[in-house]
Protein backbone atom coordinates (compact mmCIF):
# COMPACT_ATOMS: atom_id res chain seq x y z
CA UNK A 1 0.00 0.00 0.00
CA UNK A 2 0.93 3.72 -0.17
CA UNK A 3 0.09 6.24 1.67
CA UNK A 4 0.54 10.33 1.35
CA UNK A 5 0.80 13.43 3.55
CA UNK A 6 -0.13 16.68 2.86
CA UNK A 7 1.63 19.41 4.69
CA UNK A 8 5.33 19.08 5.99
CA UNK A 9 4.71 21.00 8.94
CA UNK A 10 5.32 19.38 12.27
CA UNK A 11 2.36 16.96 12.13
CA UNK A 12 2.87 16.13 8.99
CA UNK A 13 6.47 15.03 9.44
CA UNK A 14 5.50 13.01 12.58
CA UNK A 15 2.58 11.43 10.24
CA UNK A 16 5.88 10.16 7.68
CA UNK A 17 7.56 9.14 10.71
CA UNK A 18 5.10 6.97 11.39
CA UNK A 19 3.79 5.85 8.16
CA UNK A 20 7.12 4.43 6.57
CA UNK A 21 7.39 1.85 9.15
CA UNK A 22 3.93 0.76 9.48
CA UNK A 23 3.02 -3.14 8.11
CA UNK A 24 2.50 -3.30 4.60
CA UNK A 25 3.47 -0.14 3.59
CA UNK A 26 5.50 -0.13 0.31
CA UNK A 27 5.69 3.18 -0.63
CA UNK A 28 4.94 6.98 0.87
CA UNK A 29 4.93 10.62 -0.33
CA UNK A 30 4.91 14.15 1.43
CA UNK A 31 3.64 17.33 -0.23
CA UNK A 32 3.60 20.99 0.70
CA UNK A 33 3.27 24.49 -1.02
CA UNK A 34 7.09 24.09 -0.07
CA UNK A 35 8.51 21.98 -2.51
CA UNK A 36 11.98 22.55 -0.68
CA UNK A 37 10.72 21.61 2.60
CA UNK A 38 9.27 18.75 1.21
CA UNK A 39 12.81 17.07 0.50
CA UNK A 40 13.57 18.06 3.06
CA UNK A 41 11.72 16.21 5.74
CA UNK A 42 11.26 13.28 3.23
CA UNK A 43 14.90 13.10 3.72
CA UNK A 44 14.76 13.27 7.28
CA UNK A 45 11.96 11.40 8.35
CA UNK A 46 11.10 9.65 5.30
CA UNK A 47 12.81 6.41 3.44
CA UNK A 48 14.04 5.85 -0.11
CA UNK A 49 10.63 5.31 -0.90
CA UNK A 50 9.37 8.12 -0.01
CA UNK A 51 8.37 10.86 -3.18
CA UNK A 52 8.10 14.77 -2.11
CA UNK A 53 6.32 17.51 -4.69
CA UNK A 54 4.86 20.75 -4.40
CA UNK A 55 1.43 20.82 -3.51
CA UNK A 56 -1.18 23.81 -3.16
CA UNK A 57 -3.80 22.57 -1.21
CA UNK A 58 -6.20 25.01 -2.51
CA UNK A 59 -6.36 23.34 -5.81
CA UNK A 60 -8.88 20.37 -5.91
CA UNK A 61 -7.20 19.23 -9.22
CA UNK A 62 -3.45 18.90 -7.89
CA UNK A 63 -4.80 17.70 -5.08
CA UNK A 64 -6.13 14.73 -7.45
CA UNK A 65 -3.14 14.74 -9.62
CA UNK A 66 -1.14 13.61 -6.04
CA UNK A 67 -3.81 11.25 -3.72
CA UNK A 68 -5.03 9.17 -7.75
CA UNK A 69 -1.34 7.52 -7.02
CA UNK A 70 -2.19 6.90 -3.83
CA UNK A 71 -4.19 4.30 -1.23
CA UNK A 72 -4.63 6.58 1.62
CA UNK A 73 -4.14 9.95 2.56
CA UNK A 74 -3.31 12.13 5.91
CA UNK A 75 -4.30 15.68 5.84
CA UNK A 76 -1.72 17.93 8.23
CA UNK A 77 -2.74 21.05 6.55
CA UNK A 78 -5.03 23.59 8.36
CA UNK A 79 -8.35 22.75 8.30
CA UNK A 80 -9.93 25.10 5.87
CA UNK A 81 -8.39 23.19 3.06
CA UNK A 82 -10.35 19.76 4.07
CA UNK A 83 -13.19 20.20 1.78
CA UNK A 84 -11.16 20.38 -1.04
CA UNK A 85 -8.92 18.17 -0.71
CA UNK A 86 -12.22 15.61 0.45
CA UNK A 87 -13.70 16.74 -3.05
CA UNK A 88 -10.19 15.79 -4.42
CA UNK A 89 -9.65 12.50 -2.53
CA UNK A 90 -12.95 10.74 -3.48
CA UNK A 91 -12.46 11.45 -6.87
CA UNK A 92 -8.89 10.11 -6.92
CA UNK A 93 -10.76 6.69 -5.12
CA UNK A 94 -7.80 7.59 -1.84
CA UNK A 95 -9.28 6.85 1.51
CA UNK A 96 -8.61 9.93 3.58
CA UNK A 97 -8.24 11.04 6.76
CA UNK A 98 -7.39 14.35 8.52
CA UNK A 99 -6.71 16.61 11.88
CA UNK A 100 -9.85 18.69 11.53
CA UNK A 101 -10.14 21.25 13.84
CA UNK A 102 -13.65 22.54 13.19
CA UNK A 103 -16.77 21.74 13.57
CA UNK A 104 -18.31 23.44 10.38
CA UNK A 105 -15.67 22.07 8.45
CA UNK A 106 -16.00 18.31 9.05
CA UNK A 107 -20.04 18.81 8.94
CA UNK A 108 -19.14 20.14 5.13
CA UNK A 109 -17.54 16.58 4.97
CA UNK A 110 -19.86 14.77 6.13
CA UNK A 111 -22.27 16.09 3.66
CA UNK A 112 -20.59 14.42 1.22
CA UNK A 113 -21.09 11.13 3.10
CA UNK A 114 -23.16 9.24 -0.52
CA UNK A 115 -20.16 10.91 -2.82
CA UNK A 116 -17.37 8.69 -0.84
CA UNK A 117 -19.63 5.98 -0.66
CA UNK A 118 -20.13 5.57 -4.31
CA UNK A 119 -16.49 5.88 -4.83
CA UNK A 120 -15.48 2.96 -2.48
CA UNK A 121 -13.58 5.22 0.10
CA UNK A 122 -13.74 6.12 3.63
CA UNK A 123 -13.39 9.68 4.76
CA UNK A 124 -12.50 10.29 8.60
CA UNK A 125 -12.21 13.83 10.13
CA UNK A 126 -10.97 15.21 12.92
CA UNK A 127 -8.64 12.09 13.59
CA UNK A 128 -6.01 14.13 15.99
CA UNK A 129 -5.56 13.98 19.58
CA UNK A 130 -9.06 15.75 20.31
CA UNK A 131 -10.75 15.92 18.36
CA UNK A 132 -9.20 12.62 17.78
CA UNK A 133 -8.29 9.67 19.72
CA UNK A 134 -10.21 10.30 22.46
CA UNK A 135 -13.39 9.83 20.28
CA UNK A 136 -12.23 5.99 19.58
CA UNK A 137 -11.35 6.16 23.69
CA UNK A 138 -14.79 7.01 24.08
CA UNK A 139 -16.31 4.52 22.06
CA UNK A 140 -14.14 1.57 23.33
CA UNK A 141 -15.57 2.67 27.11
CA UNK A 142 -18.85 3.10 26.11
CA UNK A 143 -18.81 -0.65 24.11
CA UNK A 144 -17.45 -2.06 27.60
CA UNK A 145 -21.03 -0.95 29.53
CA UNK A 146 -24.99 -1.86 29.33
CA UNK A 147 -25.51 1.80 29.98
CA UNK A 148 -23.99 4.98 29.83
CA UNK A 149 -24.35 7.85 31.96
CA UNK A 150 -21.46 10.04 31.18
CA UNK A 151 -18.41 10.53 29.62
CA UNK A 152 -15.93 13.09 30.76
CA UNK A 153 -13.14 13.64 28.55
CA UNK A 154 -9.62 16.13 30.03
CA UNK A 155 -6.69 16.76 27.53
CA UNK A 156 -3.82 19.27 27.75
CA UNK A 157 -0.45 19.75 25.83
CA UNK A 158 1.73 20.68 28.49
CA UNK A 159 5.67 22.07 28.98
CA UNK A 160 7.58 19.36 31.11
CA UNK A 161 8.66 22.26 32.93
CA UNK A 162 6.56 24.81 33.09
CA UNK A 163 7.40 28.75 33.13
CA UNK A 164 5.80 31.59 34.45
CA UNK A 165 3.27 33.58 34.34
CA UNK A 166 1.20 31.57 32.19
CA UNK A 167 3.12 28.43 32.37
CA UNK A 168 2.33 27.30 28.95
CA UNK A 169 4.76 26.83 25.61
CA UNK A 170 3.15 26.70 22.07
CA UNK A 171 2.65 23.02 21.22
CA UNK A 172 0.35 23.51 18.18
CA UNK A 173 -0.79 26.67 16.33
CA UNK A 174 -1.60 29.96 18.03
CA UNK A 175 -4.91 30.28 16.26
CA UNK A 176 -5.78 26.79 16.93
CA UNK A 177 -5.11 27.99 20.63
CA UNK A 178 -7.24 30.93 20.32
CA UNK A 179 -10.23 28.89 18.91
CA UNK A 180 -10.28 26.48 21.40
CA UNK A 181 -10.05 29.23 23.83
CA UNK A 182 -12.88 31.62 22.34
CA UNK A 183 -15.51 29.74 20.12
CA UNK A 184 -18.50 27.54 21.89
CA UNK A 185 -18.32 24.50 23.22
CA UNK A 186 -21.16 21.59 22.85
CA UNK A 187 -21.45 19.11 25.61
CA UNK A 188 -24.42 16.93 26.17
CA UNK A 189 -26.45 17.20 29.41
CA UNK A 190 -29.50 15.44 29.79
CA UNK A 191 -28.36 13.51 26.78
CA UNK A 192 -29.22 17.05 24.46
CA UNK A 193 -26.67 19.21 22.69
CA UNK A 194 -26.47 22.18 25.31
CA UNK A 195 -23.59 25.47 24.20
CA UNK A 196 -21.76 26.25 27.16
CA UNK A 197 -18.98 28.83 26.90
CA UNK A 198 -15.04 28.19 26.61
CA UNK A 199 -12.73 28.86 29.28
CA UNK A 200 -16.12 28.67 32.53
CA UNK A 201 -16.50 24.95 34.55
CA UNK A 202 -12.95 25.40 36.00
CA UNK A 203 -12.15 21.93 37.75
CA UNK A 204 -9.27 20.88 39.77
CA UNK A 205 -7.70 17.63 38.75
CA UNK A 206 -3.83 16.02 38.95
CA UNK A 207 -2.17 13.22 37.50
CA UNK A 208 0.86 10.81 39.06
CA UNK A 209 3.61 12.44 39.36
CA UNK A 210 2.88 15.33 38.04
CA UNK A 211 0.39 17.18 40.57
CA UNK A 212 -2.30 19.92 40.59
CA UNK A 213 -3.57 20.91 37.43
CA UNK A 214 -7.16 22.63 36.52
CA UNK A 215 -9.28 21.44 33.40
CA UNK A 216 -11.71 24.33 31.84
CA UNK A 217 -14.10 24.11 28.74
CA UNK A 218 -12.51 24.55 25.38
CA UNK A 219 -14.03 24.13 21.74
CA UNK A 220 -13.53 21.52 19.12
CA UNK A 221 -13.09 18.20 21.59
CA UNK A 222 -16.07 16.78 21.48
CA UNK A 223 -15.93 16.57 17.45
CA UNK A 224 -19.11 14.97 16.47
CA UNK A 225 -19.66 13.02 19.64
CA UNK A 226 -22.50 15.02 20.62
CA UNK A 227 -24.14 14.04 17.49
CA UNK A 228 -22.88 10.36 17.25
CA UNK A 229 -24.13 9.97 20.96
CA UNK A 230 -27.66 12.13 21.46
CA UNK A 231 -29.90 11.06 23.74
CA UNK A 232 -27.99 7.83 23.95
CA UNK A 233 -26.14 8.84 27.12
CA UNK A 234 -26.79 11.17 29.90
CA UNK A 235 -23.74 13.51 29.85
CA UNK A 236 -20.48 14.20 27.84
CA UNK A 237 -18.09 16.93 27.94
CA UNK A 238 -14.75 17.87 26.42
CA UNK A 239 -12.17 20.13 28.62
CA UNK A 240 -8.75 21.04 28.37
CA UNK A 241 -5.77 20.41 30.91
CA UNK A 242 -3.66 23.27 32.39
CA UNK A 243 -1.55 24.21 35.25
CA UNK A 244 -3.13 25.93 37.44
CA UNK A 245 -4.21 29.39 37.10
CA UNK A 246 -3.78 29.65 33.44
CA UNK A 247 -7.31 30.10 32.80
CA UNK A 248 -7.71 32.97 35.09
CA UNK A 249 -4.53 34.86 33.64
CA UNK A 250 -4.86 34.32 30.01
CA UNK A 251 -9.21 34.39 29.73
CA UNK A 252 -9.32 38.31 30.02
CA UNK A 253 -6.83 38.78 27.23
CA UNK A 254 -9.33 37.45 24.98
CA UNK A 255 -12.43 39.52 26.89
CA UNK A 256 -10.88 42.73 26.08
CA UNK A 257 -10.95 42.06 22.23
CA UNK A 258 -7.07 40.67 21.38
CA UNK A 259 -9.25 37.66 19.92
CA UNK A 260 -10.94 40.17 17.74
CA UNK A 261 -10.40 39.67 13.48
CA UNK A 262 -12.05 43.17 13.02
CA UNK A 263 -8.82 45.47 12.40
CA UNK A 264 -8.13 48.37 14.62
CA UNK A 265 -6.22 51.55 13.93
CA UNK A 266 -2.73 52.12 14.93
CA UNK A 267 -0.83 55.01 14.29
CA UNK A 268 -2.13 54.99 10.54
CA UNK A 269 -1.88 51.43 10.16
CA UNK A 270 -4.97 48.41 10.55
CA UNK A 271 -4.22 45.89 12.90
CA UNK A 272 -6.24 43.10 13.83
CA UNK A 273 -5.89 42.27 17.46
CA UNK A 274 -6.21 38.55 16.91
CA UNK A 275 -2.85 38.82 14.45
CA UNK A 276 -0.97 40.59 17.19
CA UNK A 277 -1.99 38.11 19.96
CA UNK A 278 -1.01 34.91 17.71
CA UNK A 279 2.19 37.23 16.74
CA UNK A 280 3.07 37.54 20.45
CA UNK A 281 2.03 34.07 21.54
CA UNK A 282 4.32 32.51 18.84
CA UNK A 283 7.52 35.19 19.76
CA UNK A 284 7.38 34.37 23.51
CA UNK A 285 5.70 31.39 24.17
CA UNK A 286 7.80 29.33 21.88
CA UNK A 287 10.33 27.97 24.08
CA UNK A 288 10.71 24.50 22.48
CA UNK A 289 11.00 23.11 26.33
CA UNK A 290 10.42 19.16 26.71
CA UNK A 291 6.47 18.90 26.36
CA UNK A 292 4.22 16.44 27.47
CA UNK A 293 0.50 15.32 26.96
CA UNK A 294 -2.11 14.40 29.30
CA UNK A 295 -5.32 12.54 28.66
CA UNK A 296 -8.54 11.07 30.96
CA UNK A 297 -11.37 9.82 29.24
CA UNK A 298 -13.81 8.47 32.25
CA UNK A 299 -16.86 6.40 31.17
CA UNK A 300 -19.21 5.94 34.04
CA UNK A 301 -22.17 3.82 34.02
CA UNK A 302 -23.80 0.11 34.62
CA UNK A 303 -22.81 -3.04 33.29
CA UNK A 304 -24.91 -6.47 34.40
CA UNK A 305 -26.95 -4.10 36.52
CA UNK A 306 -23.47 -2.86 38.65
CA UNK A 307 -22.48 0.72 38.22
CA UNK A 308 -19.28 0.45 36.46
CA UNK A 309 -16.36 2.91 35.64
CA UNK A 310 -13.83 2.77 32.73
CA UNK A 311 -10.62 5.18 33.04
CA UNK A 312 -8.33 5.86 29.90
CA UNK A 313 -5.31 7.38 30.90
CA UNK A 314 -2.12 8.31 28.96
CA UNK A 315 0.99 10.80 29.79
CA UNK A 316 3.41 10.96 27.25
CA UNK A 317 6.72 12.53 27.84
CA UNK A 318 8.88 13.76 24.95
CA UNK A 319 12.28 12.15 25.61
CA UNK A 320 14.60 14.72 24.66
CA UNK A 321 14.80 18.15 22.01
CA UNK A 322 16.03 15.75 19.28
CA UNK A 323 12.82 13.61 19.54
CA UNK A 324 9.40 14.11 18.01
CA UNK A 325 7.37 16.34 20.82
CA UNK A 326 4.70 14.29 22.67
CA UNK A 327 1.73 16.51 20.81
CA UNK A 328 3.32 15.62 17.60
CA UNK A 329 3.23 11.62 18.93
CA UNK A 330 -0.25 11.95 20.66
CA UNK A 331 -1.82 13.84 17.29
CA UNK A 332 -0.12 12.43 14.41
CA UNK A 333 0.48 8.74 15.29
CA UNK A 334 -3.13 8.56 15.57
CA UNK A 335 -4.40 10.08 12.03
CA UNK A 336 -1.42 7.90 10.60
CA UNK A 337 -2.70 4.40 12.02
CA UNK A 338 -6.43 5.19 11.36
CA UNK A 339 -5.01 5.92 7.36
CA UNK A 340 -2.86 2.75 7.41
CA UNK A 341 -5.97 0.93 9.08
CA UNK A 342 -8.23 2.26 5.62
CA UNK A 343 -5.57 1.16 3.45
CA UNK A 344 -4.93 -2.16 4.77
CA UNK A 345 -8.64 -3.70 4.94
CA UNK A 346 -9.30 -2.87 8.68
CA UNK A 347 -12.12 -0.19 7.98
CA UNK A 348 -14.79 -1.77 6.26
CA UNK A 349 -17.46 1.11 5.78
CA UNK A 350 -17.37 3.49 3.24
CA UNK A 351 -18.50 6.90 2.84
CA UNK A 352 -18.05 10.38 5.37
CA UNK A 353 -18.01 8.92 8.70
CA UNK A 354 -17.26 9.80 12.45
CA UNK A 355 -14.09 7.75 14.02
CA UNK A 356 -16.06 7.14 16.82
CA UNK A 357 -18.30 4.86 14.34
CA UNK A 358 -16.10 3.19 12.00
CA UNK A 359 -12.81 3.11 13.76
CA UNK A 360 -12.31 -1.05 15.36
CA UNK A 361 -10.52 0.47 18.38
CA UNK A 362 -9.58 -3.51 19.02
CA UNK A 363 -7.46 -2.85 16.25
CA UNK A 364 -6.67 0.63 17.14
CA UNK A 365 -5.34 0.39 20.59
CA UNK A 366 -2.63 -2.21 19.80
CA UNK A 367 -1.21 0.08 17.33
CA UNK A 368 -1.08 3.06 19.91
CA UNK A 369 1.23 0.48 22.39
CA UNK A 370 3.18 -0.72 19.47
CA UNK A 371 4.22 2.95 19.03
CA UNK A 372 5.45 3.81 22.58
CA UNK A 373 2.13 5.60 23.61
CA UNK A 374 1.43 4.32 26.91
CA UNK A 375 -2.56 3.70 26.98
CA UNK A 376 -3.73 2.47 30.87
CA UNK A 377 -7.24 1.29 31.27
CA UNK A 378 -8.40 1.12 34.87
CA UNK A 379 -12.06 -0.66 35.26
CA UNK A 380 -13.78 -0.46 38.75
Known amino acids: MKIAVIGAGLMGRAALYDIISAEGVEGSGIFDIDSDLAT ?6 GNNKT ?59 LELDAEAKDAGVIIIPDCGLAPGMVSVLTADGISKL ?11 GLPQ ?15 GLINEYWEPCV ?11 PMTAIEDLSF ?9 YTSGGTSTLPDTYENKLNFLDYKT ?26 GGQKVEPRMLLKTVLDKNLSYNDLDMVLVRVTVEGTKDKTD ?11 ASKESLTAMMRTTAFPAAIIAWMAAAGHIEQRGCKPQEVVVNPSVFLPQLKKRGINLVITES
Not at 40 to 45: F, N, Q, R
Not at 65 to 83: G, I, Q
Open 40 to 45: EIASKY
Open 51 to 109: ITGKLDASSEEAVYDVLKDFDAAVSCVTYKYNPIITKAAIRAKCHLVDLGGNNDVVNSQ
Open 146 to 156: DSVDSVKIRVG
Open 161 to 175: SPRPPLNYQMVFSAE
Open 187 to 197: ILEEGQKKIVN
Open 208 to 216: EGIGDLEAF
Open 241 to 266: IRYPGHCDMFKPMLEIGLASRQAIDI
Open 308 to 318: KKVIYEIIDRQ
